[in-house]
């Protein structure tokens, strides 16, 4: 969805597609700019999630944001954004927002992990209601997050622990070389034995392009890539799982979009 659509008309977008939650971008992805809400929009934002029971509405973060940079412009300029949108996302009511914890761009993962704790204790308050998420990445280039035990050491250094979860992304984490086709219940116990299960506020739902533990981020439409339809209905059938929100971040329209919730929700008999 495009974030120069007012909130209202991305959330009857979600409407129309047959969804029931959904996951916008908390600024312009790629740039650095934002849209200021009327309190008008924001009221009428609300009442069409009530009215539809939307689940937990999920913001995501610009994908250019590093705070693990040891470059001082981008690390500040990192700072700044994550803590205005914190803010800026809260003040709307908004449960969750994820972000990509960064890349270290060859200060090694350690130093890059305390700029990242760093940047999350000069952005949070502790007194939000939203909650931050911190996404598993693939590790294509010198990407953190790409193991369960770099979110737990970023979450172990904060001052506010009980503000951040994760988002667990089902292309990153394959790619990551977690085995969700072969051993699920195996990475789920290994998840929680790490970060602990009540951690996971979120999937990401996406086939992947590229190889198991290739370290490469390209997803696929659902059915069509590395995971494949059977694993990925596995992930959101699982016990453990069911009850999550689930966000497409497949390479789609909102008209494809659309046909690929249809189809998930036949092959789940939601049909
Ligand atoms: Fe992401
Ligand atoms: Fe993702
Ligand atoms: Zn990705």
Redesign the pocket.
């Given at each position: 969805m495009s974030i120069a659509d007012g909130l209202a008309k991305m959330a009857e977008n979600v409407v129309k597609m047959n969804a029931n939650t959904m996951q916008m971008f908390s600024r312009n992805p790629r740039g650095s700019s934002y849209k200021t809400y009327s309190e008008a929009e924001n009221a009428k934002f609300g009442q069409i999630r009530k009215e539809n029971h939307l689940g937990p509405v999920l913001a995501?973060a610009p994908?250019t944001l590093n705070l693990a940079s040891p470059k001082p412009e981008v690390y500040e300029f990192a700072c700044m954004v994550i803590k205005e949108d914190i803010a800026r996302m809260d003040g709307l009511g908004i449960e969750n927002i994820?972000?990509?914890p960064g890349s270290h761009t060859g200060i090694g993962p350690d130093k890059g992990i305390q700029n990242i704790i760093a940047g999350l204790n000069q952005a949070l308050t502790g007194k939000e209601n939203i909650t931050v998420l911190l996404?598993t990445?693939s590790g294509k280039g010198t990407e953190i997050g790409v193991s369960f035990d770099e979110l737990r050491a970023i979450r172990d250094g904060l001052k506010y622990p009980e503000r951040v979860g994760i988002?667990l992304?089902t292309c990153?984490v394959f790619a990551a070389g977690y085995d969700i086709v072969n051993n699920l219940d195996g990475v789920l116990a290994e998840f929680d034995r790490i970060l602990g299960l009540d951690l996971l506020r979120a999937i990401?739902l996406n086939d992947s392009m590229m190889p198991f533990a290739s370290h490469k981020d390209r997803h696929a439409t659902i059915g069509d890539g590395e995971i494949g339809i059977e694993a990925l209905l596995r992930v959101m059938e699982h016990p453990l799982l069911r009850e999550l929100p689930f966000y497409l971040?497949t390479p789609l329209d909102d008209k494809g979009h659309k046909k690929e919730i249809e189809m998930i929700r036949g092959k789940l008999g939601e049909g």
């Open positions: 995501h994908y994820v972000f990509h996404e990445m988002c992304d990153h990401h971040e």
